[in-house]
């Protein structure tokens, strides 16, 4: 109990209620991830955690018909006040996707693409230094550092996820979002990501949204469950699976439902 | 008479549907055996044996008979021995239009009456002739294809053989025509590169056919005609109005195509992109005159204006209207291949705190560059086979020149002018077009070659 009061709390969602037109899609959804932790989001499909992760770094904003009302916060601030800057969060915030996604570039430029945008390497030693530790830090270095200029959509499945994942932490953002970064990807390749999570919570925040059971159990501290658009339940992940307070969390994760 | 054979041929092969069909349903109720294959499907069988063996032979008797007539009724003259061939064909037509009373000649009288009786004669037993054949082969087949039903014969299999057939035929249209075209086009040139050098035609400065129709009354000096078919001033005003044209089309073309693709809402994109469409269906020459009486004019009062000499009928003009008229065709196609680019890339791209135009420009475009580079190869490639804007506004006067205020020649232009009119077809003024269309099937045909194979290496990206 005490050990927890001490981890500081990173996010912060309140009242979160998204539509998309006329269909609501998370409801009244309350929560808060801690500093440099993996928590998980679980449930069935269509239950609305891709759509809460995507509230996140406002990937919603994307899509025009979409709604979001209520709160986020992160470090103290409110993520959709209109002074916000969205490029600025994003850049806080950065994200991995289901499929891995590439820029059709070569493996350099893909992960020189954010700090050039941004502006934070002066010069080129610097980009070729951020490039190098994002590729390491991925855990991709070793494995692509003879062919840098090659294209990034050539590597494997589990190769382009972890470029993606180093493209991602290229511009040093304080917290990664990963919307079911492995479903693509076979058990070895899902392996090598998960480990790379348990390395990379050490700097990051980690939000993962998942459908393995198995995995948020593996890779998190804290998980949430949402069914229907609501969250059913949030806690300690051995809690969550070891004695969850909800019946409906307990009917999912002994396989009754989704 | 013709359609009324066909017309019955017809009405057969309905008939012999229904009675295939009958004829199956029969065998099915009397025989316990099953039939191999529905009943329609004999009727069908039964119908294609009356059809196409008739339309068959008719299409043949009809190809042959006017040889068969002809060598009938000109028996007598041809054996007297002291006609040739071309006065023989003469001689026909005489008789023809003597059949039908005309009557232009008076000699030979009795020997014309004679053939044009023999020709009266010969087309009534023909056609009585024809309708017997045909119909009584249909006859004869549907007989043979109704006895033919039995229950090891598999209908069903005959009809999709013979519609393979039918659909190969049809495909061999296309492509007979095009390589009947292709070779009447190399056989017309290489006859024009018998009488002027292909370096002449391909390096030569000076295009003037019309001094080799002056002098042709005298004696065709071939020096005449190395000097006069000098092509490259046609090739730098096609090269020159095209290149105007891209200057126009490939900006505003592009910009359309990243404002639909990307900012237009769906509601300004449903009414927008049918509207830019329209420009590709308004026909040539609605640009033609638009540039000859709207364009040309407004070039040259601006041109004046700032002090520059403007001839009435100029390439700018021209190729501005051009390049106008080619839009849809970049927009259109670059929209499709930026809106192709996964949306994946996009999200990817913004999830890195990238702005849309930073998006655009950094991601969208190298991704869809090789599917909007082949656009622009065909858009260029309708550019230089353009022919009725030139023709009405860039001007007729064949000279080298690289000013685009300046009047200037195309390739199509100059088709169209050594073609309007009667023309000899062995001249060698004729046969330039020839040589000139050939030049202009091959140009496009590479650009084409090339923009096929670009946008071939794009869509092969992403899967």
């Known amino acids: 109990m005490v050990k927890e009061n001490m981890k500081s709390i990173k996010i912060k969602a309140h009242n979160l209620n998204v539509h998309y037109g006329e269909k609501q899609a998370l409801f009244d959804v309350s929560m808060y991830m801690e500093e440099k932790q993996v928590t998980a989001l679980i449930g069935p499909s269509g239950c609305g955690k891709s759509t809460f992760i995507r509230c996140l770094n406002r990937m919603n904003d994307v899509i025009d018909i979409c709604k979001v009302q209520g709160k986020i916060e992160i470090d103290g601030n409110d993520i959709y006040a209109p002074d916000m800057q969205v490029e600025q969060l994003r850049e806080r915030v950065g994200m991995v996707f289901q499929k891995p996604n590439p820029f059709p570039k070569s493996i350099f430029e893909n992960v020189a693409y954010g700090p050039r945008i941004h502006g934070i390497a002066e010069h080129k030693s610097d980009l070729e230094e951020i490039v190098v530790n994002s590729l390491k830090k991925a855990a991709l270095f070793d494995e692509v550092k003879d062919r840098l200029n090659d294209a990034g959509t050539g590597l494997s499945g589990g190769q382009q996820q972890r470029l993606c994942i180093a493209r991602a932490i290229s511009v040093n953002p304080d917290i990664i979002l990963m919307d079911e970064p492995c479903s693509a990807l076979d058990p070895i390749a899902t392996a090598r990501i998960e480990e790379l999570m348990g390395e990379l919570k050490t700097e990051y925040t980690i939000i993962i949204v998942t459908h393995s059971m198995q995995q948020a159990a593996r890779v998190s501290s804290r998980t949430g469950f949402f069914h229907l658009g609501k969250l059913v339940e949030v806690d300690k992940t051995e809690t969550i699976f070891s004695n969850p307070s909800d019946q409906r969390t307990q009917d999912y994760i002994t396989g009754r439902f989704g | ?463």
Not at chain 2, 76 to 102: P, R, V
Not at chain 2, 400 to 422: C, F, M, R
């Open chain 2, 1 to 463: 008479m013709g359609f009324i054979l066909i017309a019955l041929i017809i009405l057969i092969g309905i008939t012999s549907y229904f009675l295939g069909n009958l004829r199956a349903k029969n065998l099915r109720t009397s025989n316990q055996k099953n039939l191999k294959s529905l009943s329609h499907y004999y009727g069908y069988y039964v119908a294609l044996w009356a059809v196409v063996p008739a339309l068959l032979i008719l299409l043949m008797i009809t190809s042959f008979k006017s040889f068969f007539i002809e060598q009938y009724v000109l028996s007598d003259f041809i054996a007297l021995g002291s006609y040739t061939e071309t006065e023989l064909s003469l001689l026909f037509t005489q008789i023809e239009n003597t059949a039908m009373g005309i009557k232009l000649f008076d000699e030979n009288t009795i020997l014309i009456d004679g053939a044009v009786n023999k020709l009266n004669y010969i087309n009534k037993t023909s056609e009585n002739l024809t309708y017997v054949t045909v119909l009584g082969f249909s006859g004869l087949l549907v007989l043979y294809s109704i006895f033919n039903i039995n229950h090891k014969l598999n209908s069903r299999k005959i009809v999709e053989k013979f519609l393979i057939v039918l659909y190969f035929t049809c495909s061999l249209v296309a492509i007979m025509t095009t390589v009947g075209i292709i070779f009447s086009l190399l056989y017309e040139t290489l006859r024009f590169f018998s009488q002027v050098p292909i370096t002449d035609f391909l390096f030569g400065l000076n295009w003037s056919p019309q001094r080799v129709f002056v002098r042709e009354a005298g004696d065709l000096d071939t020096r005449d005609l190395a000097n006069a078919f000098g092509a490259v001033p046609l090739f730098a005003g096609t090269f020159l109005i095209a290149l105007i044209a891209m200057c126009v089309s490939v900006p505003v073309g592009l910009l359309t195509a990243i404002y639909m693709s990307e900012y237009a809402s769906p509601k300004v994109r449903d009414w927008a992109k049918p509207i830019i469409e329209i420009l590709a269906g308004i026909p040539t020459v609605v640009y033609g005159f638009f540039a000859a009486l709207t364009v040309a004019p407004l070039v040259r009062d601006i041109g004046q204006g700032a002090g520059l000499t403007v001839s009435s009928e100029s390439a700018l003009a021209a190729g501005f209207v051009m390049g106008i008229m080619i839009i849809p065709f970049i927009s259109s196609l670059s929209d499709d291949v930026i809106k192709s680019v996964p949306q994946s890339l996009r999200e990817g791209s913004y999830a890195m705190g990238a702005t849309k135009r930073e998006t655009i420009v950094k991601v969208l475009l190298p991704a869809a560059l090789p599917g909007i580079v082949g656009s622009f190869l065909l858009a260029v490639s309708r550019a230089i086979g353009e022919t009725m804007i030139v023709v009405m506004a860039a001007g007729l006067n064949a000279k080298l020149t690289a000013n685009p205020l300046d009047a200037a020649t195309t390739i199509t232009t100059q088709i169209v002018v050594i073609l309007i009119g009667d023309q000899e077809f062995d001249s060698p003024k004729t046969q330039s077009a020839f040589a000139l269309g050939l030049t202009l099937f091959v140009v496009t045909l590479a650009l084409n070659f090339i923009a096929l194979q670009v946008v071939k290496k794009y869509t092969e990206r992403y899967d």
